[in-house]
């Protein structure tokens, strides 16, 4: 191959202004990370039921160290006491974490922004689209036809806009990676080397315009009435959003609900918040999760209550010995079960509570290596917030009293503590998965509930 030098077009740039963020990004390539699907690297860990993370030794008989909902038992002296710990030597997994803070999702000049968007990608579809990019690692110093063909996708949605050698992943593809990846809220690596990386470069341009058209409605019922200080989940994003201004004070990364229990839509305002609470287990997961386990639990002789700090209570009210129980039995369905506040506790130290008809709330996790993950839909319905520490000082800055060294305190002591919010904050669980902003990027995420009436977007998600 010639080693020749070309200009991308600039033609299929999304806006002029797209670039003016993202070309500060560092063009080298993260070390590896987490998301090595396609070298073959395999997870340390396996997911539990809830979405919790478990050793791939847990659960043995008579073992300890059990995980489920978020609990567990540290009596394995063997269980590292880290292992439920955010990875902070994971570069990949603290780009995660630390995203850009960026423009709200619901600010309402995203809707002529992501009108301006709706328009360039009809053009992009007009004229063909993109290819199709091979499901291989990909990455700098290659060369070869499937370069030449990343080298033309991403030409194509103007992220590639600078001079670069052709068939060869060299500094420009390198940026033009990274571009991709913010956009579409993956770590930007600079490397194609995971399955979300390629399913997000395979959506059409015509599907992408069909999931704008849809997220254009939905900006436009929910950003006017976004205003002043709140919150928003941004479900497909699992992000945490706290606006104030018209600016994002805080980003977080959030874990929301799987796709057979997902996080509702709604609109409220945060009332409260509980310090070091119960957890009162949810009916679903009794059923689905809490008896099945039980039952594991007693067929070994073993007491599941004490293993992860539980309680049972008949339908009276009554708390109920372990031995009264009989899992195998059909009346174990109709009795309530709570996890008594503990460093394991499923809602970690702290709960944040709104009024909604799904019972769903924000809350804490002892599990934060769930936060380093690309793929974060992984809860029951309720959103785990990282760094909720800083979200709740955030939420009652105007409670006399609670500031983010009280709240800290509050994780060491277990006092529980119910504190009313002294001005309710509103709080926005929405499903926004394609917007534009005005800085001219177009950012899209997985249609991870199929609400975006695309069978490819359904089978794409990351």
Partial sequence: MQNQVRLKGGAFLVTAGMAVALLAVDIAPSSAGPFQWLTG??????????????????????SGGFRLFGGGSRSNPAAPPGASELNHDDPEALMITNPALGTPTLSSRNIAATKAAIENYRAIAARGGWPMVPGRVMRPGQRGQDIALLQQRLEASGDLVGMSVPGEYDGSVVGAVKRFQIRHG??????????????????????????????????????????????????????????????????NAAVVGKPERPTPELTSKIHEINFNPYWHVPQTIVQKDLVPKGREFARRGQDMLAAYHMQAFDQAGNPLHPQQIDWNGTEVYNYRFRQLPWEENSLGFVKINFPNKDAVYLHDTPLKSLFGQAVRFESSGCVRVHNVDRLVAWIMRSTPGWDLGRIQSMKRTREQLTVPI????????????????PDGQVHFRPDIYHHDGSATLATSAY
């Fill in 41 to 62: 690297r395999q997870q340390d860990n396996i997911q539990g039921r809830d979405g919790q993370q478990v050793s791939p030794n847990s659960g043995g008989s008579g």
């Fill in 186 to 251: 993956l770590p930007p690596t600079g490397v194609v080397d995971s399955k979300a990386m390629v399913a997000a470069l395979n959506v059409p341009a015509g599907v992408r315009l069909s999931q704008l058209e849809i997220n254009l409605k939905r900006l436009q019922k929910l950003a006017p009435s976004a205003s002043g200080r709140y919150v928003l989940v941004n479900i497909p994003a699992a992000q945490v959003e706290a606006v104030e201004g018209g600016q994002v004070v805080l980003r």
């Fill in 422 to 437: 002294a001005n309710r904050v509103p709080i926005y669980l929405s499903y926004i998965s394609a917007w534009g902003t």
